[in-house]
T-cell receptor, first 115, second 114 residues
Framework: GAVVSQHPSWVICKSGTSVKIECRSL??????MFWYRQFPKQSLMLMAT?????????EQGVEKDKFLINHASLTLSTLTVTSAHPEDSSFYIC???????????FGPGTRLTVL | QKEVEQDPGPLSVPEGAIVSLNCTYS??????FMWYRQYSRKGPELLMY????GNKEDGRFTAQVDKSSKYISLFIRDSQPSDSATYLC??????????????FGQGTILTVHP
């Protein structure tokens, strides 16, 4: 149980385009989803916290107009990287929690490469 | 000073060895403690979840929490090459505005060689 999927697993795009990444909880309803960014050989950096039906809460230093998060249902959250640039190239990982616990279950990650 | 400190290693051990991974933390409000394993280019996988001081065992893995010393450990017995991965400690404060957020250590890269 507690499986989280992400799509796509790998995306390459041209500079200036927008990319959407989906995060789904497959066998449970996720009250909260989190979006992280990870650089090579570094730990996870929390970007934002997303609750179903409400606006995401962004961490300090994360541009909310750059990284648009939508959490339209209890099983789906999306991260859209708008007008992507090479410095946005990174590994993006989502996670989801089951209601009432702090345990986060992570998706497999999406590798974004911006040319 | 970071809230959570974890020796990044890398740590290299022979197959069958006992591995000890550790994290220290400074925030006494942390109540939940987790260990995640992350293989290269994959998302973290939850290994152990503990609340309060004490030990928790699951197969070859034992998690220890010492809240008085603000120190947590993960022991891996009879280590296998398949245990080669990055191990991340994480902890959370269930109260206030931080509810649900995890604070991660830097991760320790472990290699178990045959």
């Amino acid at each position: 149980g507690a499986v989280v999927s992400q799509h796509p697993s790998w995306v390459i795009c041209k500079s200036g385009t927008s990319v959407k990444i989906e995060c789904r909880s497959l066998d449970f309803q996720a009250t909260t989803m989190f979006w992280y960014r990870q650089f090579p050989k570094q730990s996870l950096m929390l970007m934002a916290t997303s609750n179903e039906g409400s606006k995401a809460t962004y961490e300090q230093g994360v541009e909310k107009d750059k990284f648009l998060i939508n959490h339209a249902s209890l099983t789906l959250s999306t991260l859209t990287v708008t007008s992507a640039h090479p410095e946005d190239s990174s590994f993006y990982i989502c996670s989801a929690t089951v209601g009432g616990t702090d345990t986060q279950y992570f998706g497999p990650g999406t590798r974004l490469t911006v040319l | 000073q970071k809230e959570v400190e974890q020796d990044p290693g890398p740590l290299s051990v022979p197959e069958g060895a006992i591995v000890s991974l550790n994290c220290t933390y400074s925030n006494s409000a942390f109540q939940y403690f987790m260990w995640y394993r992350q293989y290269s280019r994959k998302g973290p996988e939850l290994l152990m979840y503990t609340y309060s001081s004490g030990n928790k065992e699951d197969g070859r893995f034992t998690a220890q929490v010492d809240k008085s010393s603000k120190y947590i450990s993960l022991f891996i017995r009879d280590s296998q090459p398949s245990d080669s991965a990055t191990y991340l400690c994480a902890m959370s404060n269930p109260g206030g505005t931080s509810y649900g957020k995890l604070t991660f250590g830097q991760g320790t890269i472990l290699t178990v060689h045959p």
